[in-house]
């Protein structure tokens, strides 16, 4: 009897363990909470801080269109639909919305899945198999590098970030596979640089290689309209697989895989996420059409980021930080972790909220505040920002 009466956490007690290294590694964490919508000004764990952590590039969390698009879809169409895509859930929205992402995106076709991290995973594990090879940036999203480990029949060479000497070595080295897939981000979420996707592309036209990015962090931010990193470049018809997010920029939540027909034809046949989980609720599919066309039929918003973003890091090295990058992700870098997690504890306690991101997801003395920059910001709360971070630059002798 006095066996069968242990509590879960009794039964689980042995987790403890797995926290008490964490925690020694300095990599324990817990949630702040928001409390209300996602906002430049916001409360955070009962605090007014001016938010400078969010994905939320265009402020479309809560932009009235959106909301607006969510209500309607509940009245006409309810708030789930109780199937997956391949037996009823396949709405008219859901297929309105991959047009409008396919034409979006200047290709063929489009399909959406639960997330970015879900449409990494049904591109990767959907067209690959035994004899192919996959070229990955060594920087690359956790959703790819999961992706890529799924693929047990089919190895993964990593090349050194950016490094193209590298990846034209690799392309030579598996030319007797069967297939080769070069997967990379378009914007590199911690530094904020861009793929170098013209040599990457040409790269791949001169050694017959399939190339795949992941614009969750360039779409609504790069290109023509928010395209993305390939309008970016103009290489539009030269990529054959974009992921896109539906989480960051767009402001609601998902992800999609934009290509040709044949592409969303054999995702719709074998990607597991979407053949096994349930499709969208309506007024997610409706907030996004909202946003694509805010973003096809005005560009003020991401012109503003752009203005915002050149505004904050020319203020930032004024003041003598180190913060540079190619994006709105802007990181600022402090130096050791515990200084960055100081920095940004400090910040907090001053009313600015930026995330300190450290060793080992960046460079042990490269530890740093990482900055988003959005469209919502004023030029107030830029200068808020950046006049907190002189003062506390001074403090913790950063500057
Ligand atoms: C955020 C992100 C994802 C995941 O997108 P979700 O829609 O949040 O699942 C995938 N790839 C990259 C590069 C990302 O930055």
Known sequence: MSEATLSASQRLGFLNDDIQALKDAHLYQTLRTLQGPQDVECIIDGKKVINFSSNNYLGLTHHPALIEAAHRAIDTHGVGTASVRTIIGTMDIHQELERK?????????????????MANTAAITSILGEGDVILSDSLNHASIIDACRMMKQVPTKVYQHKEMNQLEDLLKETRHARRRLIVTDGVFSMDGDIAPLPDIVALAERYDAIVMVDDAHSSGVLGKNGRGSVSHFGLEGRVDIQIGTLSKAIGAMGGYVAGPEVLRNILINKARPFLFSTSHPPSVI???????????????????LWENTRYFKAGMQRIGFQADSETPIVPVIAGSSEKA???????????????????????????????IVTAAHTQAHLDQAIHTFEKLGKELAII
């Open 101 to 117: 992402l396919a034409d979006f995106k200047h290709t063929e076709a489009s399909l959406v899945l639960q997330s970015g991290f």
């Open 341 to 371: 997690q100081r920095l940004s504890q400090r910040l907090f306690e001053e009313g600015i909220f930026g995330q300190a991101i450290v060793f080992p997801t960046v460079a042990r003395d490269k530890a740093r505040i990482r900055i």
């Open 286 to 304: 409706m907030s996004c059409m909202a946003a694509i066309q805010l973003l096809e039929s005005d560009t003020t918003l991401i012109d503003r």
